[in-house]
């Protein structure tokens, strides 16, 4: 017979622990069928009881905490899913039903566990695309040789009788006849200790990582980004190109002539984006934002220029000039220096509080 923390879900479906994948499913088979309720009506906690067991016996991940830790693995792996506290409180007790005959056996089993220790570790993009190993050095405390962890000599360690080593007291107050009130507090007796200290699963996500930028790309889920800078030539007669990915591999992008890239466009490269979580053949993609460099000012001669412009698509209509049309500079901004409307706006502003005082009159809504 297998060693097992509890036996509780195998004893709801009648096998042993050491049953197959075949016999579970056997076994379930034939109590859903006998509990199902449109065929037995007053069997639906059974037949919950019964489909609560098979999930979690059939699951390699869940049974494998539930035979480890019992109960407390299920509850603190997440292994009931949302909605199934009333299904543990029936099979496992710690509410009503477990006060009254149905004490559970999962808090008995399992090992001691101290709590998860996290390190936070800078990866770069290349370890998260390629995969990596790293050893780290830690210090942690280990259990008592003398005692093994239990605080005293064998057998000095007690279950609370006060809370029947559960940690929590539940107390029932009749409030009226027919009608009782369920309170549960930490027991003070033991503070909350019980026997046991609570197991807590094994971490199966990295919750400490740290990804340093990348020169070249950037993540975004499964998802690469990355700037591509061509020139006005590339844009408007094509191109081909090398991108170094981040296992080394050398990416031939090509883009036909005929074909306009526009500055500030984007273009996709399916499936060569970050491997998947645990399935590092499905991928994201890689997106190519182009940065068109266009030439300096005065990079070619007049005549060549003329020649130029036939090539080019033709002008946009002129536009009708009025006779009275003032003609302006347009020079080159400045960044550094910024937008210099604020200041004038403040001058403004000035001028209009010593003219009308008070910010003068400004616009105002219209009245009817």
Avoid at 209 to 219: L, V
């Amino acid at each position: 017979m297998a060693n097992v923390a509890d036996t509780r879900l195998y004893d709801i479906l009648g096998v042993s622990p050491s049953a197959s994948e075949n016999e579970l499913k056997k076994a379930y088979r034939k109590l859903a069928k006998e509990y199902h309720p449109d065929k037995n009506p007053d069997a639906g906690d059974k037949f919950k009881e019964i489909s609560f067991a098979y999930e979690v016996l059939t699951n390699p991940e869940k049974k494998e905490l539930y035979d480890r830790y019992g109960e407390q693995g299920l509850r603190e792996g997440g292994g009931g899913g949302p909605g199934m506290d009333d299904i543990f409180s029936h099979i496992f007790g710690g509410g009503l039903f477990g006060f009254m005959g149905g004490q559970g056996r999962g808090r008995n089993g399992g090992k001691r566990r101290g709590d998860d220790m996290v390190h936070p570790l800078k990866v770069s993009l290349e370890d998260l695309y390629n995969g990596k190993t790293t050893k780290l050095q830690l210090s942690k405390n280990v259990l008592c040789g003398a005692c093994n962890g239990q605080g005293g000599k064998a057998g000095a360690v007690q279950k609370c009788v006060a809370c029947r080593g559960r940690g929590m007291r539940i107390m029932i107050r009749q409030l009226a006849p027919g009608m009782v009130q369920q309170m549960q507090s930490v027991c003070t007796d033991c503070n909350g200790e019980g026997e046991v200290i609570n197991e807590k699963d094994r971490c199966r996500k990295c919750e400490g990582q740290k990804e340093k930028e990348h020169e070249e790309f950037r993540r975004d889920g499964s998802d690469l980004h990355m700037v591509q800078r061509i020139g006005l030539v590339e844009a408007l007669c094509g191109f081909q190109m090398t991108v170094t990915h981040l296992d080394g591999r050398q990416l031939l992008v090509k883009y036909p002539p005929g074909k306009v890239i526009e500055p500030g466009c984007i273009r996709v490269v399916k499936g060569e984006g970050m491997p998947q979580y645990r399935n590092p053949f499905e991928k994201g993609d890689l997106y190519i934002k182009f940065d068109v460099q266009f030439p300096e000012n005065n990079w070619i001669s007049p005549e060549k220029l003329n020649d130029l412009e036939c090539l080019l698509p033709a002008r946009a209509d002129n536009p009708v000039i009025a006779p009275d049309a003032e003609e302006v500079d347009l020079t080159d901004f400045d960044k550094s220096q910024g937008f210099g409307g604020g200041a004038r706006r403040e001058a403004y502003n000035d001028s209009s509080d010593e003219e009308g005082g008070h910010h003068g009159p400004g616009v105002q809504c219209a009245h009817q």
